[in-house]
């Protein structure tokens, strides 16, 4: 069974950024598709960022408009981690992130970490 483990998280300012960490226990060029999804405080959950792999046509990478332009995901094979750079964060970025990977048709989910953002 994989294991993910999220940290970074933290109390930040607007306009700040933070970098969460998203270590795996297994090979994360494996997966299907490796994702970062947030949940604020009485909000549904949202997919903030993804690598999905779509077979011969590559792989692809998607943001949420409400993060594209300040949020950035990116992958480190040799460490087996994948990473959320997030700039300029808002109030609106409060959350508990957590990362997800699927392989197969199964999706495991990390604890998760939180991240408040003040003004």
């Known amino acids: 069974q994989e294991q993910l483990v999220e940290s970074g998280g933290g109390l930040v300012k607007t306009g700040g950024s933070l970098r969460l960490s998203c270590v795996v226990s297994r090979d994360i060029f494996s997966a299907n598709a490796m994702t970062w999804y947030r949940q604020g405080p009485g909000k549904w959950r949202e997919l903030v960022a993804s690598y999905t792999y779509g077979g011969v046509s590559g792989e692809f990478i998607t943001y949420a408009p409400s993060v594209k332009g300040r949020f950035s995901i990116s992958r480190d094979g040799a460490k087996n981690t994948m990473f959320l750079q997030m700039n300029d964060l808002q109030p609106e970025d409060t959350a508990v992130y957590y990362c997800?990977?699927?392989?197969?048709?199964?999706?495991?989910r990390g604890q998760g970490t939180q991240v408040t953002v003040f003004s």
């Open positions: 997800s990977g699927r392989w197969g048709s199964r999706d495991v």
